[in-house]
């Protein structure tokens, strides 16, 4: 059973630059989410969908897209690199979304590690 | 947005002694999490927690949701070399546009020294 997988785990970007996080899992799960890790800062909200077709923004989307065309990947879009996204990304998936009382717990990919110059 | 402060910021302790660690938010939270994350990997579920008031143990951790809603504190007890990691707290405010967003701590660096 795979899990979460992330790909790629290190990217080098230069700025201006696009390129897609991928994020797929295996276990049937409706909600994903995107976020960043920086020093310090803890783990910030990108994106989040709740099923297939459906996604919203967390505390920071500015800069990335995202898409939920099926319930098994949530690709990250960086559409034009800055160096204020140098970070490390993490997805993740839970059966149903957080909710009052009944939390499903989060399985979190691995990370990628994106640098951009 | 909501914010959550987590201390102490980083601990450097001696294997055996005991270990706290707390969270504050400004906002009231339905849910409270406490996760342990590996140097490479990402954060794994230790505790979750959905009632203020609530006690809840997991091996040698013990995590409490405070009465105010607003609160969350983690003890680790009889600490190994293997609990050296950063643990974070996150909660999820209750309903309405906040569904499905989770609001995460700066985390606490743990160190232990054998």
């Known amino acids: 059973n795979a899990g979460v997988t992330q790909t790629p785990k290190f990217q080098v970007l230069k700025t201006g630059q696009s390129m897609t996080l991928q994020c797929a899992q295996d276990?049937?799960?409706?909600?994903m989410s995107w976020y960043r890790q920086d020093p310090g800062m803890g783990l910030r909200l990108i994106h989040y969908?709740?099923?297939?077709?459906?996604?919203d923004q967390g505390e920071v989307p500015n800069g990335y897209n995202v898409s939920r065309s099926t319930t098994e990947d949530f690709p990250l879009r960086l559409l034009s690199a800055a160096p204020s996204q140098t970070s490390v990304y993490f997805c993740?998936?839970?059966?149903?979304?957080?909710?009052?009382?009944?939390?499903?717990?989060?399985?979190f990919g691995d990370g990628t590690r994106l640098s951009i110059l | 947005g909501q914010q959550l402060n987590q201390s102490p910021q980083s601990m450097f302790i001696q294997e055996g002694e005991d270990v706290s660690m707390n969270c504050t938010s400004s906002?009231?939270?339905?849910?409270w999490l406490w996760y342990k994350q590996d140097p490479g990997e990402g954060p794994v579920l230790l505790i979750a927690l959905y009632k203020a008031g609530e006690l809840t143990s997991n091996g040698r951790l013990t995590a409490q949701f405070g009465i105010t809603r607003k609160d969350s504190f983690l003890n680790i007890s009889a600490s190994i070399p293997s609990d050296v990691g950063i643990y974070f707290c996150?909660?999820?405010?209750?309903?309405?546009?906040?569904?499905?967003?989770?609001?995460f701590g700066q985390g606490t660096i743990l160190t232990v020294h054998p």
């Open positions: 906002s009231i939270f339905n849910t």
């Open positions: 996150a909660g999820q405010v209750a309903g309405g546009t906040s569904y499905g967003k989770l609001t």
């Open positions: 276990m049937n799960h409706e909600y």
């Open positions: 993740a998936s839970s059966y149903s979304p957080p909710s009052r009382g009944s939390f499903q717990p989060q399985h």
């Open positions: 969908s709740v099923g297939a077709g459906i996604t």
